[in-house]
């Protein structure tokens, strides 16, 4: 089994930055292709971004195209989500997810493990 646990969530203004973490323990030789999505209060999960296990493809969702960059360190068992210029639609828990195949997917169904989530609340 895989355990994803997110970090770096918190308080910011209209307009600044945060920069999300995500560590895997366990099984870790398990882990593929890396992503993340975000869920606000009273709407469905969505996806963000996600990456490939080399690091080399990316995708990101519309809202968020130039704004976020996301990373990951296979040699630390991490992925990252560098956010920037956020607005208070960004707002919402972030979910650090990840699948067992190397091939990027965007959607929640492709992932097979789920961190917890790190709270996101931008102030206006």
């Known amino acids: 089994q895989v355990q994803l646990v997110e970090s770096g969530g918190g308080l910011v203004q209209a307009g600044g930055s945060l920069r999300l973490s995500c560590a895997a323990s366990?099984?870790?030789?398990?882990?593929?292709?890396m992503g993340w999505f975000r869920q606000a209060p009273g709407k469905e999960r969505e996806f963000v971004a996600a990456?490939?296990?080399?690091?080399?493809?990316?995708y990101y969702a519309d809202s968020v195209k130039g704004r976020f960059t996301i990373s990951r360190d296979n040699a630390k068992n991490a992925q990252y989500l560098q956010m920037n210029s956020l607005q208070p639609e960004d707002a919402a828990v972030y979910y650090c997810?990840?699948?067992?195949?190397?091939?990027?997917?965007?959607?929640?169904?492709?992932?097979?493990?789920w961190g917890k989530g790190t709270l996101v609340t931008v102030s206006s």
């Open positions: 990456i490939s296990w080399s690091g080399g493809v990316t």
């Open positions: 997810a990840a699948r067992r195949a190397i091939v990027v997917v965007t959607t929640i169904e492709g992932m097979d493990y």
């Open positions: 366990g099984r870790t030789a398990s882990v593929g292709a």
